[in-house]
């Protein structure tokens, strides 16, 4: 059974720099064509695709975040790490990790996600 | 910058009843292997996204065949055949062959 919950601060002020993690199980990110994403969600809006992070070390970022995020993973720990540096209120949002595979062609979706983690950015 | 645009925005539907969502790519996403990267995603109210259909028309694991997915290139559909009460939430369109972008969503309710 596939579970993966986030962890971390629930508020940060702005400019500060956000640490989440992501604890897993029921899988390992050394297996081939396994990735764990993150996604956030801001109150009332939709999803927004952040980073993932592959079982080859492969790591893709959302254009328009990419010089703010660092991904990051721990195969010992069943961890993967997201940073965030220089926040600003924009980015409260309920954060979530999803494991990722693909199945027919090497498309990867996200089939199991966190319960998510609120944080709120504010002075 | 690629635009995932769903319709209509909220549904209200009876038990029973069809329902049907699209979602419009501002860009092809039809991958050079024949493949249409894109997903939907069901969001039920204080719960995490699920995922529903991938590759346009695949049932996930677990996913009650009253879902179906159709499209390619641009226009996608998701369509359920009977609704039932527990189809209630927000669902998402999401693009995955250019990164990942998500629709804005589309709120299905019962009447």
């Known amino acids: 059974q596939i579970t993966l919950k986030e962890s971390g601060p629930t508020m940060v002020k702005p400019t500060q720099t956000l640490t989440l993690t992501c604890t897993f199980s029921?899988?390992?990110?050394?297996?081939?064509?396994?990735?764990v994403g993150w996604i956030r969600q801001p109150p009332g809006k939709t999803l927004e695709w952040l980073a993932l992070i592959f079982w080859d070390n492969d790591e893709w970022y959302s254009p328009s975040l990419k010089s703010r995020l660092t991904i990051t993973k721990d195969t010992s720990k069943n961890e993967v790490v997201l940073t965030m540096t220089n926040t600003d209120p924009l980015d409260t949002a309920t954060y979530y990790c999803?494991?990722?595979?693909?199945?027919?062609?090497?498309?990867?979706?996200?089939?199991?996600w966190g319960q998510g983690t609120l944080v709120t950015v504010s002075s | 910058d690629l635009v995932m645009t769903q319709s209509p925005r909220s549904l209200s539907v009876s038990p029973g009843e069809p329902a049907s969502i699209s979602c419009r790519s501002s860009?092809?996403?039809?991958?050079?292997?024949?493949?249409?990267?894109l997903d939907w995603y069901l969001q039920k109210p204080g719960q995490s996204p699920q995922l529903l259909i991938y590759l346009a028309s695949n049932r996930a694991s677990g996913v009650p065949d009253r879902f179906s997915g159709s499209g390619r290139g641009t226009d996608f559909t998701l369509k359920i055949s009977r609704v039932e009460a527990e189809d209630v939430g927000v669902y998402y369109c999401?693009?995955?062959?250019?990164?990942?972008?998500f629709g804005q969503g589309t709120q299905l309710e019962i009447k």
């Open positions: 999803a494991h990722s595979t693909w199945a027919i062609t090497s498309e990867y979706f996200f089939d199991h």
């Open positions: 029921g899988f390992s990110l050394t297996t081939t064509g396994v990735g």
């Open positions: 999401m693009q995955a062959l250019h990164m990942y972008t």
């Open positions: 860009q092809s996403l039809l991958s050079s292997n024949g493949y249409n990267y």
